[in-house]
Nanobody, 129 residues
């Protein structure tokens, strides 16, 4: 699957932004979809993930309660709604896909393993103070 992220931009602290990631190829609805981010000079950080159906989600503590991931399988698109943005959310945001069941992904994620195999290009989010 090929991924294309969009929706980044400049926003003031406390504001909101929604990122989109559209997939081309088959079987989008069978992929766990994830979001990551990487700030300048820092390692890539996991943001969150969503199951095939959208019924399960998991978030990093740093964004829990502020960010929401959703998906529309009919449109081959996954979204990252970001609210109450902070300057420390400034980063390039990437979407990724992993074709395995949610429970398997969670089990591997809990072991610290990154199993996402397909990646989109980043979209830059800048939060001004």
């Amino acid at each position: 699957v090929q991924l294309q992220a969009s929706g980044g931009g400049l926003v003031q602290a406390g504001g909101s932004l929604r990122l989109s990631c559209t997939a081309s190829g088959r079987y989008f609805s069978s992929y766990v979809m994830g979001w990551f981010r990487q700030a300048p000079g820092k390692d890539r950080e996991f943001v969150g993930a969503i199951s095939w159906s959208g019924g399960d989600t998991y978030y990093a503590d740093s964004v829990k309660g502020r960010f929401t991931i959703s998906r529309d399988n009919a449109k081959n698109t996954v979204y990252l709604q970001m609210n109450s943005l902070k300057p420390e959310d400034t980063a390039a945001y990437y979407c990724a896909a992993d074709r395995q069941p949610w429970d398997s992904w969670r089990s591997l994620n809990m072991q610290g393993l990154n199993t996402f195999s397909s990646w989109g290009q980043g979209t830059l989010v800048t939060v001004s103070s």
